[in-house]
């Protein structure tokens, strides 16, 4: 009998010669938090043989992917768990997210917080057995077979070539290239006890998930967030590697509701949003009022001392102002509806005999500062012209995501808009950038990284070169700054890419700040 061939691949950085059919388990079995693998860039479930040349790297569990794949396991632990309780429900999708993870399932009643602690109880059971999960490649025909009773899984196999666009979470479950089933196996008899469509990849076994997982809450959600999908109901939850990092995020979690800005803001008698006013509009009190314009007329005073002028603007405009600007063929989903007013009728007919004209409440306040500088012919002796509003923007936020003074639908911004040659761009974005994170640190906060967004082909206008000029310049501008700089692909507005400052705050949470945008097209 022949000796077993040999092939070689990079593991880990170094050069090896390994049996041909090797997996990532026997690879890394004396490597206990190694839960997935690295294959030429893609991860890879343990159990999977190592193709000839391959470049291999191990994935620990603490790692954000090693996390990532932990909570995506037991996110399907968790929908095991459901369907052992309730079989007639139906599975939606079930993702990781920051810090966790959720499912969404069609059942016939809300879960309850009694029905949750009975899932953890089943989930631990589950995660005792010490399951195995097994990628299973199969055929469209054999997924839908498989999937038979699961109308939702279905559906998404039907979308599997346009999985990015198909709504939220589909792309965890189809998309291009092999459709993957993955069964959790029970390891006495070898027998499929569970399965579901999902790309993966998966933990080796439940028995890594030990007991470092809680679930959270339960929530409705829309189908692939499609509002006018049928609603569904999600449970949320979290894992981490070890107990003791779960108890860390439970007090984490326990110090953030403490420091919750909308129970202080009532209890300290700051402010308030009145349910006759509508969701995402608050009032400030008296008190409130005193803080709110302590940081206004500080915030006043730095930027007349940078040389900044002060601008007014009113809170509505005719709509043309906004189809020149491009914010109606691009934003007009983040925008109230217009309000149609100055049309006459004739009082005897009801025929219109001056067509009315409709008006929009300002979601932003660069077109009208246009405005201000077009307002008469201008030298270059007066660049860099820097202006500058407390404005008052209102922007079409949907309910699902306001929140608090967070995520609001009427706001004041403390906006500046900078004219420029070409010659002073870079100059006046680091003394911005270096202008925002002083006066940052003047309130308190003293913890900032910087998110670069760049463009999205799909939603953007101007030519391939300007947007390279000014990306390329906004990059330099932030790494020159010092602070870490994280890549943000697609992210920027359609005119222009952006900077943010991204600021923790004191107990570790990340909180978007100013943005610094380069515009060469409004």
């Known amino acids: 009998m022949s000796d077993p061939k040999k092939i070689l691949i990079t593991l880990d950085g170094e050069m090896r010669e390994v049996t041909e059919g090797t997996t990532g388990l026997e690879l890394y079995k004396d490597q206990k938090t190694t839960v997935v693998m690295r294959v030429d860039g893609q991860l890879w479930d343990l159990s999977r043989e ?40 139906k599975l939606g999708i079930g993702p990781y997210i920051t810090d966790g993870f959720y499912f969404d399932f069609d059942v016939a009643e809300p879960f309850t917080p009694e029905d949750l602690k009975a899932i953890e109880k089943l989930m631990l059971k589950i995660v005792n057995q010490n399951q195995m999960f097994a990628r299973r490649v199969v055929t469209e025909d054999e997924a839908r077979e498989a999937m038979a009773d699961e109308p939702y899984k279905l559906e998404l196999l039907g979308k ?17 290239g092999e459709i993957t089933i993955y069964d959790n196996v029970d ?9 579901d469509l999902c790309r993966g990849p998966h933990l080796p076994n439940t028995k890594l998930i030990s007991n470092a997982f809680a679930l959270t809450r339960s929530a409705a959600a829309y189908w692939l967030g499609n509002e006018n999908n049928k609603q569904l109901q999600r449970i949320y939850g979290t894992a981490w590697p070890t107990k003791a990092d779960l108890k860390a995020y439970q007090e984490r979690l326990a110090e953030a509701e403490r420091r919750d ?59 043309h102002l906004y189809e020149v600007s491009g914010h109606l063929d691009w934003y007009a989903d983040g925008m109230f509806p217009p309000m149609q007013i100055d049309e006459q009728r004739d009082p005897e007919t009801g025929q219109i005999t001056k067509q009315g004209q409709n008006y929009y409440l300002k979601p932003m306040n660069c077109p009208m500062h246009n405005l201000v500088f077009r307002s008469r012919g201008r030298s270059y002796r007066e660049l860099p012209l820097r202006l500058f509003e407390f404005g008052q923007v209102y922007r079409y936020e949907k309910s699902g995501v306001v929140h ?15 004219y420029c040659t ?66 943000d692909p697609g992210g920027a507005a359609f005119y222009g890419p952006k900077i943010s400052v991204q600021a923790r705050d004191a107990i570790g949470r990340t909180w978007q700040m100013s943005t610094i945008q380069l515009d060469f097209n409004l």
């Open 187 to 195: 390891r006495k008899s070898g027998d499929a006890v569970w399965c």
């Open 261 to 319: 800005h909308r129970k202080l803001g009532a209890e300290m008698d700051l402010f308030s949003f009145p349910d006759e006013l509508g969701s995402g509009l608050p009032v400030f009190h008296p008190r409130g009022g005193i803080v709110r314009k302590e940081m206004e007329d500080y915030s006043r005073k730095r930027h007349e001392e940078a040389g900044y002028e002060f601008v007014y603007t009113p809170h509505i405009t005719k709509q």
């Open 422 to 487: 070409r010659e002073q761009m870079k100059e006046e974005l680091t003394t911005t950038l270096k202008f925002v994170l002083d006066l940052l640190k003047d309130y308190g906060l003293d913890d900032f990284y910087l998110e670069l967004s760049t463009k999205d082909p799909e939603k953007s206008v101007g030519s391939d070169e300007i947007w390279d000029e000014a990306t390329r310049t906004l990059a330099e501008v932030a790494e020159e700054s010092g602070l870490d700089l994280v890549p």
């Open 160 to 176: 599997k070539n346009d999985a990015e666009n198909a709504g939220e979470g589909a792309s965890v479950e189809v998309g291009a």
């Open 404 to 418: 608090g003074l967070t995520r609001v639908r009427g706001m004041t911004q403390d906006d500046a808009h900078i």
């Open 50 to 89: 190592i193709p000839v040349g391959a470049s291999v790297e191990a994935v620990d569990v603490s790692e954000p992917d090693g996390l990532n794949v932990l909570r995506h396991s037991t996110a399907h632990v968790m929908a095991q768990a459901v369907q052992q309780l309730r079989p007639d429900a």
